[in-house]
Structure formats: structure tokens, C-alpha cells
């Protein structure tokens, strides 16, 4: 059975790869008897310029892969990411043998005539590369809320192209902190909604800028906050935004936009919950690959 993958964004050796990773997985990982990572990889046949998929070619590569696994024994396999980058998608999985003692494997392969494959395996008993390399860092966890609180937007009759007040908020700044944040976000226009002490000497810093409202527009954002939030010794929480509907009468605040602390209407599985959370908490997680 396929996991619910949740995607981000990111670039290496200048080619961007989009990795479709399962975030429950960490839960598990390493899993003992599944010493084997095995990377199973499509060329894609009709590639965009920069290396990923066609919505087109998307369509018949999920059921290829879907057809794959069907093949596979699902104790002795544990897919954990999709990626996509340099004119292929190479399926991650965890194997408890290697892909050569497994006739499944040449089956499911046999299988496929409309693209070229290929199989690799290393050991990996720790799972290192799922933890290291594929598991989202800080700023990949915000990227996968703010996809989630985007679609959410859509849905409820956002249009994009209107101007929003986007609030983004920093956490767990002392007043110095707070302070020089406070003058960095005024120096780049910002309002400065708040800044004001919070739990024992936590201080809290909220600001305001009027944008249209979309993925790229917020990773240009949000590499700012990270940035911003690193400087002064803080973490970068979220963003709040109310819905523009096509109208553009902006009459519906029912959406807290990505803010830990907000009311969660989105229902959100608990693992990213609870890493976005952790994430704020903690300092920057190693991503060589931005």
C-alpha cells in the first residue's frame, strides 16, 4: 500500500528535486530486519526542463508505481519517499533482503515497457539516509504547512493574485532579540504588529506585509524569517492571513494561515503537528541541499 506522502521543494547540484516523503515513518525508523535501502528508478520519458515531471507523465507514473508495489511483499518492503530530480523518479524503500535474492523485484520490473529502469541497493541499517537526507529539515516543515494551509485557501474561494496582510510571527527571542528583529523587519517595510514579552522571558514578535498570497511567493518569505529568526536567536512560528475571495472583498477571516498556536481548522496528521512544533523548538537541522 502507497503511504500518504506530503511534499517539499529543494535543489541540488542546481537541479531542484521534489521529494514526496512519509513523515510516520520516523516513528518506526530504523526498522530491524529491514537493513536494505533500495532505490528503484524510472527515467522519465518526457521530462520538464528542469528535470521533474509532467503533470501527464505523473498520471501514468503513479500507477506504474502503484502496480509495483502491488507486486511487492509488503512485510518485506517499507516504501518511505518518492523523488523526482535529474529526469527520473527513484522509489526509496526499506528491504529486509536484496534486490537480487528477490525475484518480485525482477517481476515487478519485467512489468514495466514504457520506461527505463534501474535498481540500486546500499545497506543502511539506520535508516540514515530516510533521517538524514529525505526526513524535512525547519524550513522544509514549514514549506509542507504552507502547501497544506494553500490548498485549504483555494478551496474556501481564495484568489491568490489579491494583495493579503500576511502575518508571520517569531517565538522565543529575549528582549534584545525581539528588539533588533523588530528594527531588521521595519528596515525591509514591514508594520510591526507586536512585540511584547510572553511566557517568562520569552518575547514575541509579529509583523505585517501586504503581498499576493502563493507557494513561491512564501519560500521567498520564508527563507527571510528563517533567516531573520537565526540572527536573533529566535524561531520563526508561522504566518496568519485571512481569505481573499475572487471578489476582492476581504470578508472571511475564518483561516489562521500556518501559526502553531492558531486554532487548527485544517485537521493536520498529528507527525507534522507535532515536527513543526519540535522544529521551532530546536535549532536548524543540516540541509546541504537548498
Not at 107 to 125: G, Y
Not at 163 to 170: C, L, N, Q, S, T
Request: proline share 6%.
Amino acid at each position: 500500500m502507497r503511504p500518504n506522502f506530503e511534499y517539499y521543494m529543494a535543489s541540488l547540484d542546481q537541479w531542484p528535486f521534489e521529494v514526496g516523503v512519509d513523515l510516520t515513518a520516523r516513528d518506526r525508523a530504523p526498522v530491524a530486519g529491514k537493513p536494505f535501502r533500495v532505490h528503484l528508478r524510472l527515467e522519465l520519458n518526457h521530462a520538464s526542463d528542469d528535470g521533474l515531471s509532467t503533470k501527464e507523465e505523473d498520471a501514468l507514473l503513479a500507477l506504474i508505481e502503484d502496480e509495483i508495489l502491488a507486486t511487492l511483499d509488503p512485510d518485506g518492503y517499507e516504501l518511505v519517499a518518492s523523488v523526482t530530480h535529474r529526469k527520473a523518479r527513484t522509489l526509496v524503500l526499506y528491504s529486509s533482503r536484496r534486490p537480487e535474492d528477490d525475484p518480485a523485484i525482477a517481476r515487478a520490473l519485467e512489468k514495466i515497457e514504457t520506461h527505463t529502469t534501474k535498481v540500486m541497493c546500499e545497506e543502511d541499517p539506520g535508516w540514515d539516509e530516510y533521517a538524514e537526507q529525505l526526513y524535512p529539515d525547519t524550513e522544509m516543515m514549514h514549506q509542507i504547512q504552507d502547501r497544506r494551509v494553500l490548498r485549504e485557501f483555494e478551496r474556501c474561494g481564495d484568489d491568490a493574485a489579491e494583495m493579503h496582510v500576511i502575518e508571520p510571527r517569531f517565538i522565543g527571542l529575549d528582549e534584545a532579540g525581539a528588539k533588533a528583529l523588530s528594527e531588521s523587519l521595519s528596515n525591509l517595510r514591514y508594520e510591526i504588529r507586536e512585540m511584547r514579552r510572553g511566557a517568562g522571558d520569552e518575547w514575541i514578535v509579529t509583523a505585517a506585509v501586504k503581498s499576493p498570497l502563493g507557494l513561491a511567493v512564501l519560500d521567498e518569505f520564508r527563507h527571510t524569517w528563517l533567516e531573520l529568526a537565526r540572527q536573533t536567536k529566535g524561531a520563526y512560528q508561522g504566518w496568519s492571513a485571512e481569505v481573499v475571495p475572487v471578489s476582492g472583498k476581504n470578508n472571511n477571516p475564518g483561516l489562521g494561515g500556518h501559526l502553531n498556536d492558531v486554532p487548527d481548522t485544517l485537521d493536520l496528521p498529528p507527525a507534522i503537528a507535532r515536527d513543526l512544533e519540535e522544529a521551532d523548538r530546536a535549532p536548524a537541522r543540516r540541509r546541504d541541499a537548498r
